[in-house]
């Protein structure tokens, strides 16, 4: 037998549908829209870095030849971050040019091409530069092969050494 709880709330009009039914289909209708909301607010500032405008000197030469061949010289030292295997000077991506225009920017106002690839290593890292600091850091870099042709020697040496006194 069941017993009697009082009126009832709902009305014949009303859905039958379990609490809590319209909220997840609510929820199932906006996952779409909003999803793509999201995919647009994350990809729109990836799109809008390479619609920007070129830097200034990013494809025009300086007008002295001299300053020129001085960002030309250190241009081609230094990598693009973003083709990796090519030079600022030969690269078209936008962050080259950017690198370029700042190189021969500050190259026209009479800074050292020395100071100019310091100020990009420190902001960019080591990777940026072609020609690389023995510091701390990397001078086992520059150890090793020397260690490896001296072992090789010596070892060479004692393998053919015994062999020539007969």
């Known amino acids: 037998m069941r017993r009697w709880t009082g009126p009832s709330t709902r009305t014949p009009s009303r859905d039958r549908s379990p609490p809590g039914a319209t909220l997840r289909h609510w929820t199932r209708s906006l996952a779409g829209p909003a999803f793509a909301g999201m ?10 870095q390479d619609s920007l405008p070129p830097a200034p000197y990013a494809y025009r030469q300086l007008d002295d030849p001299a300053q020129e061949a001085k960002a030309q010289a250190l241009m081609e030292t230094l990598r693009c971050l973003k083709c990796q295997s090519q030079s600022i000077a030969d690269s078209d991506a936008p ?57 090789a020697a010596l070892l060479l040496r004692r393998r053919f050494g015994k062999g020539d006194g007969g």
Do not use: K, N
């Open 39 to 48: 995919a647009l607010l994350f990809a729109s500032p990836h799109s809008a």
């Open 95 to 151: 962050m080259a040019g950017d690198m370029r225009s700042q190189v021969r920017q500050r190259i026209a106002a009479g800074e050292d091409p020395e100071a100019i690839r310091a100020w990009l290593v420190e902001r960019y890292g080591d990777y940026v530069s072609y020609a690389p600091r023995v510091t701390s850091l990397t001078w086992p870099l520059f150890a090793l092969p020397l260690l490896l042709l001296l072992t």
